[in-house]
C-alpha cells in the first residue's frame, strides 16, 4: 500500500511540473517584453531592485530557490534566469490557477506572466497589462506562421 501512494504522489508531482511549464515561446515573449541587458540591474534611490533579461528581483529569485552563485549572477547568466523562472512559475502556478479558477494545465503564458508580475499572485488587476502584451507577442508570431 505504501508503495501505491508513493508511486501516485510522485505521479501528481511529475504531471504538476509537466503542467506549470512555460515553453520558450512564452520566455521569449517574456524576454521581449522585459527587454534587459542581460548584465545591467535598475534601481531605485541607489539600491538594486532587479536584474537581467527577466527582472529578477531578489526575493523572486529567493523564491525561485536562489539557484546559480549568488543573485546577480544568476539573473546575468541567460540559462540560470530561465531556469529560476521555470522554478518559481512550477512553484507557484497551483496558487495562480486557484486566483484565477482553473487547473494548472489550462494557464496561459499570459497567466505565468501575470504571476512573474503580480506580488500577490495572478489575481492583481494591475498584472492584466503584463498579460496583454504578451498575448500580442504570442499573437503576432502566431499571425505569421511562427511556431508557439
Known sequence: MRNKCLSFALLCLT?????????EKCLSCLRQYEDGPIDSCYDSFGTKIACG??????????A?????YNWE??????????????NF???FASRCAHQLKKPV??????????L???ADGCSMSSSLRHSRAINNCMWQD???GKKK
Open 89 to 91: 512559475f512550477r512553484k
Open 53 to 62: 533579461v527577466f527582472h529578477i528581483s531578489k526575493p523572486f529569485w529567493v
Open 15 to 23: 504531471f504538476g511540473i509537466i503542467g506549470a511549464q512555460v515553453d
Open 105 to 114: 494545465s489550462e494557464l496561459t503564458c499570459a497567466d505565468y506572466v501575470r
Open 73 to 86: 549572477r544568476c539573473t546575468q547568466d541567460e540559462f540560470c534566469a530561465g531556469e529560476c523562472i521555470q
Open 64 to 68: 525561485c530557490g536562489s539557484i546559480g
Open 116 to 118: 512573474h508580475h503580480g
Open 142 to 144: 502566431n499571425m505569421f
